[in-house]
């Protein structure tokens, strides 16, 4: 056996190279939601590893016939649910070459490409999004950025860092008076990493929004939540705001949060997960003004930004504060250049020591593509959101929940539609001759909203089971909204359309059958 | 710009393949360690990203021109430093469909067939390595495992999970009680680990290991600590025992120390992050004897199984500890699935959500290999670390510092004959008519371990500066130590044989400088 063997590399290579290739070509015809019952694979393999070797033409007809049809399709055309998770030739070169290299770059000298790559592609993003200079290594204050796996750690990251610095000031011993911040539309990885660190949970503070102010963090709100907590002796350590939250990408308002922030020495980090890919185009690039008030920022350049999973981007103001609490120096990984502090050993950047050549995808995106280019396809996206967004406007009997910002639309079968169609057997409490929009207001009561969910949630089940087109669902103040998140890389305009047919067809299916019942 | 062009992907995709093909083939003349100096790539890229795209072959001409120049190559013959990074083409394979596929596998339902192979392959690899039935899924006891990308990963994890099944039991306001138990050999991941899971600094305990017990971890110095905490009001939480450790790969003696840990209702992890790949050999097998008294057990399959990083794998045997801690419910996740209850979603069993198709690498590795295969790959890297071994002992001028168990030689110029070079400058104080292992023992002083350090460190500096292998070193009980490697894939016996000839010559200069001086 000669696992690299360079013919068998080759041969393998290119015969996956080909799979993929077909795979792609073939996707629109695959359910984009997988369609098999749990527990199906476990009857098509057998239950121990084999002792022999089988030829690699046996196992991709393994993977075609029993691991695709469990492939809830990410990458088909009509994906819409969740948010995307974008794949480009370029991306995968990166990721193949990265992988080939094998190299594992926790620090400078093993593997100084890997670093000195990164600092570059790092500052080259934060350019494009407009970033603070104070974000970007070239400025040499302090700051940088990183690629870390995935938002999550990003958080987590920080947090510590903010709780650390924090404790640094006040003592240790008041680790259960840290008092951290996010809104009720932030994103469960706040919530996941508040736990991780050892902060108290009764010290998680949710803020409220609402939907009157399209699901943003209210400053107001932020500030009395503050006070109240230093009333009871607690200590504000950590705010997360969302620029464009998981459910209905709403914008919270960087600026203003941070102006209450810094009266109390709170670490502000944003969280633009999904919504950073499109802040490279200047024309929204003011849904982060206000971002050089903050401390650290991060977004996810695999769900929108083409380099394929997982690459989430983060820089901070102070990187100190980063590496005092997540440095190590095991005398098995001393060398001169880290003691000569003329490097960055990224592994005290983040919680594992291993990492990949990690910005080899992002450095392929950038120069295969061009960033006009790029900022065009991510327009392209917003565009066909907006097309989508036009039709459900069309239509009477929906409506759009939330004002759309990026390439996210959050609609729904509208009340108002149901109570028509329900006017048979309306109790009378409904005066269906008033106007639109008094009755819109009236028919929100208990009952009613509930029916409408319901009724939105069947439409949605009907429209995946189909697997014609996959979206997903929300919920917010009490309404079960359907989410249609643009941005597969193979969408393009007639899919989004074939995608709203789909919708439209199931609602009248739905529709009429509730007048008939 | 179609950034899934398909022709693109066939035509980037074999110039890809055969780039690397191209690499492998020449891996072994390029310097193992790479000779760059810091800041040399930033001289070399542009300062911004293009606006415009370029071709492929330009992106591919600057890859061999300025990256491969500042790669540390891990993948080389003549690699031997640190802990191997095994790369495979099964393992390449499988990375590439994983990208392919670009799913994000985060619950059953966002892809069946990532999370079912998961289970499949773990329960594999559980049974491989005969875990116990209770770590595997098959058994249906609550047991079962996970890939994750790191130990630090996993260390992480079960900490939380252990800290907060403890806190359970004796309330939250008792955090700062829980104490950390590891070895001063344990990897660092541990004590990054407590501190980010906020366990207090202090709690942190760390058991002295010493040279004449080969570095292990006593049963009999880990109850003194509990007993002393215990007597001090501490609360005994988490052990990690490791096997294989970082610098010399001592086996801590699982049983015994589960024998301790078990009266004290302390979480037991064993880390066998390098020596994990072994331990499929039947003859290694016992290395982790008492493996069932355990809580939990995780190794990294990208270090020495061919899997390509990151593939860290971890057991438990109590699942609902794991995802009591990291559980998370969003509605805009909630799915008729995972409300049945009779699926697993991963992103309950680790820190992040998003996560790749992760085991199709190890699909791949086991049927492209097969277990008996893999087995012998394996002994083959043992069998090359006992040639070095023998031809280390062969040389009296060097020792072996500490045994060999797996594939990693750990040795030094031996104090004695450094001593014997110095001989016509000693003070007089050292007896040179004396027997060799009582002048050992005698010339331990500070002075001469001084020298003796200086020496190894000088000498391991010369053998990495000339680029023909690259090693690591570490220091234990004060002694600076050389590790050989040996499990990168390409390495056969003659680099192995090489490599102690390179080490050979330059040890041979600097003694003869010595006594020349």
Known sequence: MNPLDLHELKRQGYMMIDFLVDYYRNVANYPVLSQVQPGYLRELLPSSAPSKPE????????????????????????????????????????????TGFGVVGFNWISSPAATETEIIVMDWLGQAL????????SSNVGGGGV????????????????????????????????????????HFALQKATHIAGIHPENFRVIKTKKSSSF??????LLSAILHDLENGQVPCFLCATVGTTTT???????????????????????????????????????INGVEGTNSFSFNAHQWLLTNETTCCLWVKKSSCLTNSLSTNPEYLRNKASESN????????????????????????????????????????????KTFEDLVKQDKRFEIFVP?????????????????????????THNNNVHDGELRGKIINDDDEHLVNEINSKLLDLVNDSGKVYMSHGKVEGAFVIRCAIGATLTEEQHVIVAWNIVKEYATSILSKLSKA
């Open 404 to 428: 759309r910002y990026f390439s996210l639309v959050c609609f729904r079968v509208s009340p108002l539609a149901i109570t028509n169609y329900k006017k048979p057997f309306c109790n009378g």
């Open 55 to 98: 030829p690699f033409e046996t196992l991709l007809k393994d993977v075609k016939d029993h691991i695709v049809p469990g492939i809830t399709h990410w990458q088909s055309q009509n994906y819409f649910a969740h948010v995307p998770s974008s794949s480009s030739v370029a991306g995968f070169m990166g990721e193949m070459l990265s």
């Open 249 to 287: 990408t709403s914008v919270d308002p960087i600026g203003p949060l941070c102006d209450v922030a810094k009266n109390y020495g709170i670490w502000v980090h944003v969280d633009a997960a999904y919504a950073g890919g499109a802040l490279i185009c200047p024309e929204f690039r003011h849904f």
């Open 342 to 385: 003329q490097v960055i050993d990224y592994k005290d950047w983040q919680i594992a020591l291993s990492r990949k050549f990690q910005s080899l995808k992002l450095w392929f995106v950038f120069r295969s593509y061009g960033l006009d280019n790029l900022r065009n396809f991510q327009r392209n996206h917003i565009k066909m959101a």
């Open 147 to 186: 690629m870390l796996g995935t938002t999550c750690e990003a958080i987590l990251c920080t947090l510590v860092a903010a709780r650390d610095d924090k404790l640094r000031h006040i003592g240790r011993e008041n680790l259960d008076k840290l008092v951290v911040y996010g809104s009720d539309q932030a």
């Open 130 to 137: 407009k970033l603070p200079e104070c974000f970007l290594f």
């Open 216 to 221: 943003t963090m209210s400053p107001d709100s």
